[in-house]
């Protein structure tokens, strides 16, 4: 699933354990080189004030990833001032707050030993709707495709996809959440892999049991137009308007549409086929797919997760029979 870029965003990178040679930290000579780094895309600059396993988290790709977030939500940036620091257990903390064209953001930095082995930047987007409206138009999309080729859509099945999507979206958060009280065990990619199969695992597990019985395209439909529309437009303007915290779907809107039109037709060909087929043995290829698409998409390899997410709709509407509707068969009945 295309991921959000949301609220307050603390991109806390691992406060390593590990010892290192004591030294002198100069928070202040890092954060002249910061501003430099972000406005001339120089990560050579900063490159060498982090501790060799810091440096293995903030590579230099995550960095030309957060500058340009900097960039089209802050604008370039003009001055830093320090604001307090402090202790917390053996490591400095020293915070400072960024000044940019368009806003401020604050920065911790974390030293011990006097090394740099922790960075986190408190940074938000700017409310951006295109790419929601875009996710709205795949997710329709899919529904109209699918509808021209059963003819057949059992509303009160679409609705209860529907429901499913805002249940797990309720469960599925508290993974990301779990992976980041892991933050200092485990490294980057691995929390990811866990994440990632925990969510698909969840997902496939959820459609397969509503959809043995049940119209499972429509329970499909529902969860992806529950998931692209109903939670899209709510979190928007929800967060944007009532709490007041931005919210941005942000990236290439066109990546946004096809991630909702894939996945949306996933959901509804792979629910299908658990309608056809009523083995629990089915949903394993399903779990591999969404699996290896959400890893893909998180390390935005978005077209890869997309092709990935691909496969599966075809394999989906083979076992469900969705291609019989093409040739006027009907959709399965509910007993």
């Not at 309608?275 to 969404?290: C, D, G, N, S």
């Amino acid at each position: 699933m295309m991921k959000k870029k949301s609220l307050l965003t603390l991109v806390l990178l691992a406060f390593l354990l590990q010892p290192v040679a004591a030294g002198h930290a100069n928070p202040n000579a890092f954060m002249e080189e910061f501003v430099k780094a972000i406005n001339t895309g120089n990560f050579s600059l900063i490159e060498h004030y982090m501790s060799p396993q810091l440096r293995e988290e903030f590579t230099e790709g995550y960095f030309e990833n957060i500058r340009s977030f900097i960039l089209t939500n802050y604008g370039r940036v003009l001055s830093f001032k320090a604001l307090n620091e402090s202790e917390s257990k053996d490591m400095e903390l020293y915070k400072f707050e960024v000044t940019c064209e368009k806003g401020s953001f604050p920065v911790l930095l974390a030293y011990k030993n006097g090394e740099l082995v922790g960075i986190a930047l408190g940074v938000r987007a700017k409310p951006n709707p295109s790419g929601m409206v875009a996710m709205i138009l795949g997710s329709f999309t899919a529904l109209g495709i699918l509808y021209i080729l059963v003819r057949k859509i059992t509303p009160h099945d679409l609705i209860l996809g529907s429901g499913l999507a805002l249940a797990l979206s309720v469960i599925i958060p508290f993974y990301g959440i779990v992976a980041m009280f892991t933050v200092s065990l485990y490294p980057t990619l691995q929390r990811t892999l866990v994440t990632a199969l925990a969510t698909a695992v969840t997902v496939e597990v959820a459609k397969f049991y509503l959809s043995r019985r049940r119209d499972g395209l429509a329970i499909g439909l529902g969860l992806g137009i529950g998931q692209y529309v109903l939670l899209a437009v709510g979190t928007f303007v929800a967060v944007n308007f009532i709490l007041q915290l931005p919210v941005s779907f942000t990236g290439s809107t066109f990546s946004a549409f096809l991630v909702a039109l894939a996945f949306t037709l996933f959901h509804a060909a792979s629910a299908r086929s658990y309608t056809a087929v009523k083995r629990p043995v089915y949903m394993l290829p399903f779990i591999a797919i969404e699996f290896a698409a959400l890893v893909l998409m998180s390390l935005n390899m978005v077209y890869p997760g997309v092709a990935a997410i691909g496969l599966g709709v075809l394999i989906g509407a083979r076992v469900g029979g969705v291609w019989n509707g093409i040739a006027g068969r009907e959709a399965p009945r509910n007993p």
